[in-house]
């Protein structure tokens, strides 16, 4: 059984500890304020690029450039968002775990990665996946430098050729209690169901010039929002973490004091036997 001074110094140890994990869910509350504000933000903007996109597409006549072409799919490319770093709960297990489900079965020569994130991109490196390891740190605020290299590259692979879809695998932030993994497909660009033989645009100079412009922005936009959304998750789930290993560390010190105090008072009852027991002897 531990000794009083061994109980008081992991009493100690956890009350360090305790200051730690209070420090860290401040500051993850603190990040997530302005992730929050940023992802709310981007949502407005992706959403109307979406709905212009698609209404282009419907349009059989100007869906001549690749990123608008459905190919059989022979390799498929998926861009994973993870995080830096730990103590942020099963966030990372549960991107991951998606994209093993999805890809399960799968010859792995018809299937690349491409992950963001160190956690992440260490996880998949131990595996027999082909990947990309670009693009190995994320950070911890929205980088509009990763976001344009992301979309250039993912545009790249695709109209080269080398991948036939990729999708990109991310956690959309709902609220500060809740989140949810979800999957998107970022190209090719579909039309809407039912969209066939829609409204025909006219373009000056040309739907060409216009339209390779204007798709590779669209899929920096949703890479830019599946980053911001990531971002979010994440400082929301390491938040909760945080605050669930500060309630436990107060648990936890709570009880060893319980225990502590026992043991003082067992000690100090045996102290005053003894002195009782010696008085008695002396008469």
């Known amino acids: 059984m531990a000794t009083l001074k061994q109980i008081r110094r992991r009493i100690r140890s956890v009350e360090n500890t305790r200051q730690i994990t209070k420090a860290m869910e401040m500051v993850a509350a603190a990040k997530l304020r302005r992730a929050q504000q940023r992802a709310e933000s981007i949502r407005p903007y992706t959403s ?12 059989a006549s100007i869906r001549t450039d690749p990123l608008f072409q459905v190919r059989e799919v022979a390799r498929e490319g998926w ?18 775990r998606e994209l093993e489900k999805r890809i399960k079965g799968r010859d792995s020569a018809g299937v690349y990665l491409i992950p963001v994130g160190r956690r992440i991109n260490d996880y998949f490196r131990r595996r027999a996946w082909e990947m990309d390891g670009t693009f190995r740190e994320l950070g911890d605020q929205l980088d509009l430098n990763l976001a344009s290299g992301l979309a250039r590259r993912a545009v790249q692979l695709y109209r080269e050729g080398a991948l036939d879809r990729i999708r990109v695998v991310y956690t959309h932030f709902i609220s500060a209690a809740s989140r ?11 039309p809407p ?28 936009g949703l890479v830019r929002t599946a980053l911001s959304e990531a971002l979010a998750s994440e400082h929301s789930t390491r938040m909760l973490a945080m605050g669930n290993a500060t309630r436990n560390a107060e648990d936890m010190i709570r009880t060893l004091t319980l225990v502590g105090n026992k043991l003082r008072q067992a000690a100090i009852t045996k102290e005053i036997s003894e002195i009782v027991g010696g008085a008695e002897a002396l008469k």
């Open 48 to 59: 109307k690029m979406r709905e212009v996109l698609q209404s282009l597409a419907s349009s």
């Open 79 to 96: 861009i994973l968002l993870a995080s830096d770093k730990g103590l942020c709960g099963s966030y990372n297990v549960n991107v991951s």
């Open 180 to 190: 949810k993994v979800v999957e998107e497909q970022l190209l090719p660009i579909e």
């Open 193 to 220: 169901q039912g969209s066939e033989g829609g409204l025909e645009y006219i373009f000056e100079p040309s739907a060409h010039a216009i339209l390779g412009a204007l798709l590779p922005r669209y899929v920096e």
